[in-house]
């Protein structure tokens, strides 16, 4: 099969698909990859690395898509590149179809076999192609709220971890799955004072367990969430209720009772947010105040980190990539029930419940 790794145009968006290691791994199973010149240079990937391992380096865009059979990319496709799909292309990718029926009805228009990378699911119900950017996304909530709290920055003036003699900071985490249980070792591991709070009382058993008790965990709700957020000089948003928009867990009444100057950094922000005063922001523009909070909501923080986000992707989507050159997709589906779910659009139908049901349209049979 012939590959094509494009480089990613959408704003913002420095991430490659492949890193060399899997260029090397599609070419070692036979297929050819076609590497758009210096699509890797954001990730700080030259192009030289490519070529060594054995990508062909393709100067115009509009020859890796077109003499790809399978594209693999990072974000959802954007103008112009619609203009470059054909029927029966398949696109690997991240698609969210179900929040733009603007791209769903183009992808149909197209007729190309859209694979959506958050959308493959194991049997226990996790998404291990999401999973990877939780986990650099709550990781990396730690390190921004610590900046949120410096007093260049508007915050309070304190060091999370404080010194000898002088309090660290309070950090209260709101959800212990993969980013919040990320921030925690994070936070943790920088000397903050550490409270979690989740719905899920598994999931506090093993953070409690895992962090030898360095960590103090809480059962979520209205009562305990005010009282742990109104004595914070840190608060990270890492809610998720699959399938829905973000709770909404900490209304302006609380803002308001907050210190001041302390900080939030909403991660949930991708799926509306957990908090009442959210509001998406930019890398370029990523905080704003209310009530003095610091608010820090950016809605693609891997973004940001763009050389580790691209290796910690690519390390989950590669083996999917290779059963699907291997196989066809016909028969990798057929054997994996899990990349079967990864299917979005086939030939003009939507074959994803989802995304059917978001627009009220009809769903296909695979
Ligand atoms: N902003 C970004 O760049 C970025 C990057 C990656 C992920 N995310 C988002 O981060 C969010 C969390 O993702 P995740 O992978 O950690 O999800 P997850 O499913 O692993 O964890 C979510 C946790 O929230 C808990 N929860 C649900 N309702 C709660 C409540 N009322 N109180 C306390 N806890 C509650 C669940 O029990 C679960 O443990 C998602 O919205 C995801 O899309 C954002």
Not at 77 to 95: A, H
Request: proline residues 6%.
């Amino acid at each position: 099969m012939i590959i094509g790794v494009p480089k990613e145009i959408k704003p913002g968006e420095a991430r490659v698909a492949m890193a060399p290691s899997g260029v090397a791994a599609f070419v070692a199973h036979n297929h050819t990859v076609l590497v758009e010149k210096g699509a890797g240079v954001g990730s700080g990937i030259p192009d030289v690395a490519y070529t060594a391992a054995g990508a062909k380096l393709i100067k115009s865009v509009r020859e890796v898509w077109k003499r790809a059979d399978m594209i693999i990319k990072v974000k959802e496709p954007v103008d112009p590149e619609f203009s470059y799909m054909r029927p029966g292309l398949i696109l690997y990718t991240y698609l969210h179809l179900a929040s733009s029926e603007s791209l769903t009805r183009k992808l149909l228009e197209k007729r190309v076999t859209g694979i959506a990378y958050e959308t493959i699911q194991l049997t226990d119900g996790s998404l291990p192609l999401l999973t990877p950017m939780s986990e650099v996304a709550g990781r990396l909530s730690v390190q921004k709220g610590a900046q949120c709290l410096e007093a260049p920055s508007g915050g309070s003036g304190i060091l999370l971890g404080g010194v000898s003699g002088v309090k660290p900071a309070k950090v209260v985490i709101l959800g212990a799955g993969v980013s919040g249980s990320n921030a925690c070792y994070i936070a943790v591991g920088m000397g903050a004072h550490v409270t979690v709070l989740d719905i899920n009382p598994a999931r506090l058993r093993y953070l409690h367990d895992i962090m030898g008790g360095r960590v103090t965990t809480v059962m979520s709700n209205h009562a305990t969430i005010a009282e742990e957020v109104t004595q914070a000089d840190l608060v990270i948003g890492a809610v998720l209720v699959p399938g829905a928009k973000a709770p909404n867990l900490i209304p302006k009444s609380i803002i308001k009772q907050m210190k001041p100057n302390s900080a939030i950094v909403d991660i949930a922000i991708d799926q509306g947010g957990c908090i009442e005063t959210s509001r998406p922001t930019t890398h370029a523009n990523p905080t704003y105040r209310v009530n003095d909070v610091v608010h820090y909501c950016v809605a693609n923080m891997p973004g940001a980190v763009p050389r580790t986000s691209t290796y910690a992707l690519t390390n989950v989507t590669l083996g999917y990539g290779l059963h699907l050159a291997d196989k066809g997709w016909e028969k990798a589906m057929a054997e994996d029930p899990a990349l079967k779910k990864g299917l979005n659009v086939l030939n003009g139908k939507i074959t994803y419940q989802a995304v059917a049901d978001a627009f009220s349209m009809d769903c296909a049979e695979i």
